[in-house]
């Protein structure tokens, strides 16, 4: 998992190193997914951050090319999914919202 965020933060041009250090990657994926950074607080409410993070994992996969189906696939399986993201030909190209 280590490795496939590293390589989905350098796809999108953040640095790798990010991926291991433990909030800044949260504000890190929000970055990514094009998310006010103050999202990062409803991070941190319980109930409220399952229905943001999936926002965000949505958010992921469609600036990657992909669809909604692929960010459940992240979700619920994201030993597949991340390396998939990170080490497959998905190129990250921001979508405006």
Not at 42 to 49: A, K
Not at 54 to 80: D, H, Q, T, Y
Request: without cysteine.
């Amino acid at each position: 998992m280590i490795a496939s965020m590293w390589k989905i933060f350098t796809k999108a041009g953040k640095p790798g190193w990010a991926a291991i250090i433990p909030i800044y990657n949260l504000i890190v994926l929000l970055e990514i997914a094009g998310k006010p950074l103050w999202w990062f607080i409803l991070m941190l409410i319980p109930f409220v951050n399952i229905v943001v993070f999936i926002m965000v994992l949505v958010s992921i996969a469609r600036n990657f090319g992909k669809g909604v189906g692929f960010a459940i696939g992240m979700l619920l399986l994201p030993f597949i999914f991340y390396p998939m993201l990170g080490f497959g030909d998905a190129r990250y190209a921001p979508v405006a919202a």
